[in-house]
C-alpha cells in the first residue's frame, strides 16, 4: 500500500498570493520591533548602575524589558501570526484597516509605557498600558476570527489558542501590576508578577513560538509538514505546563506544582525538538546559515531556563538564578528564535511582494545585505554572555557588575544597529524593486 502523501510546506506562501498582506502592514510592525530593540538596549545602558540591584521596580531597567518583551518580542509576533495564521490556516485575510489601526495604537502605547517606567511616572505607565491593553484586545479579537475560521493544521491552531488565553492572562496581570504600582492592588505582588512573567514569555509568546514553528522552519528547510499529532501532543504538554505553573505562583501547593509544570515543559520541549529535528533531515535545505544557529541558541537556552527553573525550585539563590532564568529565557530563548526567524522571513515576504507584476523578480538574497547579519549575531551572544557575568558578578562586585551591564548595553546595542542595517536595506531595495510603490494604509 502506497503511504500518504505528505503536505510539504516549503512553498506554503507561493499559492497565497489572494492572503498576503500588502506590504506595508506586516512590515511596519517588524520595523517598530527592530527600533524598539534598539531602545531596550538604550535604556539597558541608562539603567546600568541600577542593573545590579535591581529587584524589578520601575526603572530604566524595568524599561528596557519591555521593550524587548512588548515592543520587540510582541511587536514581531503580532506582524508575523496576522500574515502568516491566514495563509497557514487557508482562509482570507481580515480587515486590513483594523490591523493598521492596532499598529497606531500599540506602538505609541509601548513607547509611553515604557517611557513611564523609565522615569518612573505612574500615570504616564497607566496611559501607555490602556493603549497597549486596547490594541492587545483588537489583536485578540482578529486571532481570534481567524483560529474559529481555520481549515487544518490543528497543531498551529491549538498553539494559537492557548495564546489567546494567555493573552487575555497577560492582560488581567498588567492591570494588576499597574493598580499595585497606583496604590490600588487587586492581586498580591508575587502573584501578579509571576502571572505577568508566565502568561507573557511562556503562554504568549512561548506557544506562538512553537507554533509558528510548525510552519516556518518546513517552509525554510523544504520539507514536510510535521506529525500533526505529534504537535498536538506537544501542544497540550505545554499548555499544561503553564497551567500548572501559574496554579504555584498563587501559592497551591507551589513546590509540586512547580515540578511538575517543568516535567511536563521538558515533555513538551523534547516533542517539539524531535519534530524539529525531523523536519530538519527530511528537508531539501538543510542548512540555513547564522538563522539556523540562532534558533538553535533559542531552543539551547530553553533548555537551559528549565534547568534554572528546577535549581530555583530546590532552593538556589533566587536573586541570581532567578535573573538568569529571565535571561535564558527572554533573551536567549525567544530573542534569539526571534531574530533567527526574521533573518529569513523578511527577505522572504519582501521577494514575494517585490514579484508582483514582474518577470524577473528579485530573489530574497539579491535584498540582503549579509554582512551586519554577521555581526548582529556576534554581537547578541555577547551582549547576552556579558548581561550573564553582571548578574553573577552582582553580590559581590557592584562596580564590576556595573561595568560588565554597560558593557552588555554597549554591545547589544552594536547589534541592534546592525540588524537595523539589514532591515534599512532591505527596505531600501525593496522600494527600488518595485518602483517605489506600495505606499502604507493610514
Not at 503536505?7 to 502592514?25: D, I, K, Q
Not at 548602575?49 to 529587584?55: K, T, Y
Not at 524539529?276 to 546559515?289: H, K, Y
Not at 552594536?414 to 542595517?421: P, Q, R, S, V, W
Request: with cysteine; charged share 10%.
Amino acid at each position: 500500500m502506497k503511504p500518504p502523501t505528505r503536505r510539504l510546506a516549503g512553498g506554503f506562501l507561493a499559492g497565497a498570493g489572494s492572503r498576503l498582506l500588502p506590504a506595508s502592514l506586516p512590515l511596519r510592525f517588524f520595523g517598530a520591533g527592530v527600533v524598539f530593540h534598539a531602545g531596550a538596549w538604550l535604556a539597558l545602558l541608562a539603567g546600568a548602575a541600577d542593573w545590579p540591584g535591581w529587584h524589578g521596580g520601575l526603572g530604566w531597567p524595568l524599561a528596557a524589558l519591555h521593550l524587548i518583551t512588548l515592543g520587540t518580542l510582541l511587536c514581531c509576533a503580532i506582524g508575523a501570526s496576522l500574515q502568516l495564521l491566514p495563509v497557514a490556516t487557508r482562509q482570507p485575510v481580515r480587515s486590513q484597516r483594523l490591523m493598521a489601526a492596532l499598529w497606531w495604537a500599540y506602538v505609541p502605547g509601548v513607547a509611553l509605557l515604557a517611557l513611564g517606567m523609565g522615569r518612573a511616572e505612574p500615570y504616564w505607565m497607566a496611559t501607555g498600558a490602556a493603549a497597549v491593553l486596547a490594541a492587545l484586545a483588537l489583536f485578540g479579537a482578529l486571532l481570534g476570527m481567524n483560529l474559529r475560521g481555520a481549515r487544518g493544521m490543528p497543531g498551529v491552531v491549538l498553539h494559537g489558542w492557548g495564546a489567546l488565553l494567555a493573552l487575555a492572562l497577560l492582560g488581567l496581570s498588567a492591570v494588576a501590576l499597574v493598580g499595585l504600582w497606583l496604590g490600588r492592588p487587586l492581586l498580591d505582588t508575587g502573584a501578579a508578577r509571576g502571572l505577568h512573567l508566565l502568561a507573557g514569555a511562556f503562554g504568549v509568546m512561548g506557544l506562538l513560538v512553537f507554533g509558528l514553528a510548525y510552519v516556518l522552519l518546513p517552509m525554510f528547510a523544504l520539507a514536510p509538514v510535521p506529525d500533526e499529532r505529534r504537535q498536538l501532543a506537544s501542544g497540550a504538554a505545554a499548555i499544561v505546563a503553564i497551567a500548572l505553573a501559574m496554579g504555584a505562583a498563587f501559592g497551591a501547593a507551589p513546590t509540586a506544582l512547580r515540578l511538575a509544570a517543568i516535567g511536563a515543559g521538558t515533555l513538551a520541549l523534547v516533542l517539539h525538538l524531535q519534530l524539529m529535528r525531523q523536519t530538519l533531515s527530511a528537508g531539501m535545505r538543510r542548512d540555513f546559515g547564522r538563522a539556523l544557529v540562532l534558533m538553535r541558541i533559542g531552543w539551547s537556552s530553553l533548555a537551559l531556563a528549565l534547568l534554572l527553573a528546577l535549581a530555583l525550585v530546590l532552593g538556589a539563590p533566587a536573586e541570581t538564578f532567578g535573573r538568569l532564568f529571565g535571561i535564558a529565557v527572554i533573551g536567549g530563548w525567544l530573542l534569539s528564535f526571534l531574530f533567527g526567524v526574521l533573518q529569513r522571513i523578511l527577505p522572504f515576504l519582501a521577494s514575494m511582494h517585490a514579484a508582483r507584476g514582474q518577470k524577473r523578480p528579485p530573489t530574497p538574497s539579491a535584498l540582503t545585505l549579509d554582512r551586519p547579519l554577521a555581526w548582529h549575531l556576534v554581537c547578541h551572544v555577547t551582549a547576552l554572555g556579558l548581561l550573564a557575568a553582571a548578574t553573577l558578578g552582582a553580590p559581590a562586585a557592584l562596580a564590576l557588575a556595573t561595568a560588565l551591564a554597560t558593557a552588555a548595553a554597549l554591545v547589544g546595542l552594536a547589534g541592534a544597529l546592525c540588524f537595523g542595517i539589514f532591515f534599512a536595506v532591505l527596505m531600501r531595495r525593496l522600494q527600488q524593486a518595485r518602483g517605489g510603490g506600495n505606499r502604507p494604509p493610514n
